[in-house]
């Protein structure tokens, strides 16, 4: 009897072969797809990334007018600023003497390295206009109140630090204007009261209050350079990070704000979270990504000369 090879299996019986085996399953807690509301809301349930969101949600809170996105922009634009971040920390090196080559590396060595300055640089300003925007929203749209008080105020800690994530990548470049720009910030820092050593309710000397800490010092120096990519690097992404876990899970927990309820509205009028409002994240993120990388095509970060504490 001659030898047959076994049929070859069409794409959907591939699909469904792949979808209910047991190596899919213990990854994914889920067979085929049925495209039913128990399928939808247990894809939203088992996956944790989509977990972030309820598995239904208000229609009249899908409306574009009411949030804009700005919390997944904010989100979306942190998560560009890490993946950049993380990549230019490849090519530099924190110390006064490389600092400014290695920018001037990325500007003309390096693969892209422009690009990915350019990136880092407008997706952090762009980052911290929406957030001040979305705190701007959720004041006025009332979604403050309770039971998310406490959610508002991890919202004003991580507006603080997205200003210092901006304000501590400032000195990284080592340029003239990095580094006049952080010294009439320190400057203001030690007018702060009762941390600065100038301020009102002054407890503190120079030499051990906020200034001094922020710069290693008593000018803008070495110890300043290593002290912001440390901070700018690893302390105010974690603390951020954290915060925004605790944020998300807090906004999961307390339910989405929304506008009030119509009198056309019946109060459980939901729709499925997928695709419903997932896709609306998606396509948001997308035109993020397509804007921001456009305008670093045609903008350049700006590099001014090497930093010179005698000019």
């Known amino acids: 009897m001659p030898f047959q090879l076994p049929p070859i299996p069409s794409a959907e019986e591939l699909k469904k072969k792949i979808i209910n085996s047991a190596v899919w399953r213990s990854i994914f807690r889920g067979g085929e797809w049925k495209d039913t509301p128990r399928d939808r809301a247990q894809h939203i349930l088992g996956n944790v990334w989509l977990h972030l969101q309820p598995s ?10 009411y949030s ?12 560009i600023l890490t993946v950049t971040g993380v990549l230019l920390m490849f090519y530099y090196r924190p110390s006064v003497d490389l600092a400014y080559r290695d920018m001037k590396d990325l500007e003309y060595a390096v693969s892209l390295g422009s690009f ?9 300003h ?15 749209t009332g979604s403050y109140k309770s039971p998310r008080e406490f959610n508002w105020v991890i919202g004003v800690i991580l ?6 994530l901006s304000f501590t990548g400032y000195l990284l470049p080592w340029d003239q204007l990095a580094l006049w720009a952080v010294t009439v910030g320190t400057n203001m820092a030690a007018a702060s009261p009762g ?18 800490v922020l710069l290693g010092g008593s000018a803008v ?10 901070l700018h690097c690893v302390f105010v992404p974690l603390a951020a990070g954290a915060l925004m876990i605790l944020h998300f899970w807090r906004v999961r927990k307390d339910n989405f704000s929304g506008p009030p309820i119509s009198a056309q509205e019946l109060p459980h009028d939901k729709v499925d979270t997928w695709p419903h409002l997932i896709v609306r994240e998606y ?13 670093s095509l045609l903008q350049k970060a700006p590099l001014e000369e090497m930093a010179n504490p005698t000019v």
């Open 159 to 164: 507006l603080v630090l997205t200003l210092l």
């Open 195 to 212: 941390l600065g050593a100038e301020g009102p309710f002054a407890i503190l000397s120079r030499s051990n209050d906020v200034r001094f």
């Open 116 to 124: 990915l300055r350019a990136m880092h640089r407008w997706s952090a």
């Open 56 to 65: 239904r949600v208000r229609k009249n809170s899908l409306k574009w007018t």
């Open 221 to 230: 120096g070495a110890n300043t350079l290593l002290r912001f990519y440390v």
């Open 68 to 79: 804009f996105g700005l919390g997944g922009f904010s989100f979306f634009l942190f998560l």
């Open 126 to 140: 762009a980052m911290v206009l929406i957030v001040i925007l979305h705190m701007i929203r959720v004041f006025l």
């Open 283 to 295: 396509i948001a993120a997308l035109g993020c990504m397509i804007f921001v990388s456009l305008w």
